[in-house]
């Protein structure tokens, strides 16, 4: 009777053991494809935003203000049927002879919330995430919302920036849940009459001296400027705010300092994709300096002098992306401490964003146009570099 029990439960043993080990084949396998699969999804979305193109203009307006008189929706009015519906603009200055229409990858509305921004650019996020290097531009006159669309406010204002951390901070915790690490490294500078400023450096005050060096694997370093591990989007936001503290002040008529000088933040994603890869990934976010032309800074002396500064900057990053779509064979980086810091970032198969903010105010209407008229001929190179055996969207 027992010699016929331990039989028994031998065999169920066996059983058993040979049951786990056909589990562990079945889960192993399910892990096999599941790898594919990632690997396939990372594919696709690339795919997906090089058919968008690697170069994307978006134009946003921003709501007027109560104290403004401003163009209503018939005179600045966006497309909603047709080929074009949310992508051509139509303006009609008060008082011009003509009406001027621009088309671009988007055009988002007065109404368009912070949400409705971010949806778009998160696809980039990704991109960044999967080991492509990204720059995210805002391009406008000083007034026309860059800083609430990169930074915005609390909550449902939330911009670009601390969305994009967010979504970063998910999908870091969702890798290493599957054991991948991912390292993000934060630096935060500003670009002033073509000198580094360290927003980060413990004494901002101090007379450092950076330079950028680019090294042969296409990654960029600042020498002296502070990086800084992040691990938390609560993190990120105390260095924000440590930054905006140390962006000095000095009033023209138009607004303050941190209005005439670029500010770069950059994440650097380091780490091993799910097919065991290395990835370097990077996302460059770009609050640029105001884009408005010298008459109506009222500029003399220092003010003159940052105004060139900054419409040389500005032009030379136009000249970089035309260059780079036109396929030149110089690219001219060196033109500009902007261009030449995201030097790695532009071109080849990074992916550029250049978020044009307009001004509703019939005050700007010039200034507008003229930042469409930038928008338009980056986007002209856009259109340039998109692969043309396949559909642009
Ligand atoms: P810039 O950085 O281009 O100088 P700001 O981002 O500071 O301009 O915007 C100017 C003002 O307009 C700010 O008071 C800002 O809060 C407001 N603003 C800009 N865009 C929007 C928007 N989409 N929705 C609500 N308020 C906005
Ligand atoms: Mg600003």
Do not use: W
């Not at 990074?350 to 008229?373: D, F, G, H, W, Y």
């Amino acid at each position: 009777m027992q010699l016929a029990n331990i039989v028994n439960d031998e065999r169920s043993t066996s059983q058993l053991i040979a049951r786990l080990q056909e589990v562990k084949d079945q889960l192993a396998a399910r892990e096999e494809e599941l790898l594919h699969a990632m690997v396939t999804r990372r594919h696709l979305h690339n795919t997906i935003q090089e058919l968008k193109g690697n170069i994307r203009v978006f134009c946003r307006i921003r709501p007027s203000s109560e104290d403004e008189s401003a163009f209503d929706d018939s005179n600045l009015a966006i497309d909603r049927k047709g080929e074009f519906a949310g992508r051509r603009l139509e303006i009609t200055p008060p008082d011009a002879p003509k009406k001027y229409d621009f088309t671009f990858d988007r055009v988002f509305a007065k109404k368009d919330s912070q949400k409705h921004v971010f949806d778009e650019v998160s696809l980039l996020v990704q991109s960044a995430l999967d080991g492509y290097k990204v720059c995210i531009f805002t391009y406008g006159q000083t007034g026309s919302g860059k800083t609430y669309t990169m930074l915005g406010g609390k909550g449902e204002e939330r911009g670009l920036i601390p969305r994009s951390m967010e979504q970063i901070f998910a999908s870091q915790s969702l890798l290493e849940s599957k054991g991948l690490k991912v390292s993000i490294t934060a630096t935060l500078l500003e670009i002033y009459n073509e000198d580094i400023r360290d927003l980060l450096a413990s004494s901002p005050g101090a007379k450092i001296e950076y330079k950028i060096k680019h090294d042969d694997d296409g990654n960029t370093r600042v020498t002296n400027l502070c990086e800084v591990e992040v691990f938390s989007a609560a993190e990120v936001e105390s260095l924000m705010q440590q930054a905006n503290a140390a962006r000095a002040v000095a009033k023209t008529n138009m607004n303050d300092r941190s209005s005439r000088s670029h500010m770069v933040m950059r994440l650097c994603l380091d780490g091993v994709n799910e097919a065991g890869e290395p990835i370097h990934g990077a996302l460059n976010l770009v609050d640029l300096a105001g884009s408005e032309r010298l008459s109506r800074t009222g500029a003399t002396g220092d003010r003159l002098k940052e105004a060139q500064a900054i419409n040389k900057s500005l032009s030379s990053l136009g000249d970089v992306i035309f260059a780079l779509a036109s396929k030149e064979k110089h690219i001219p980086f060196r033109n500009s401490k902007l261009t030449y810091l995201l030097k790695n970032s532009l071109g080849g198969d990074c992916k550029t964003l250049m978020l044009v903010n307009v001004s509703p105010s019939l005050e700007s209407a010039q200034e507008t146009i003229c930042s469409l008229r930038f928008a338009a001929k980056v986007n002209s190179c856009a259109l340039k570099s998109a692969p043309s055996s396949k559909t642009k969207k």
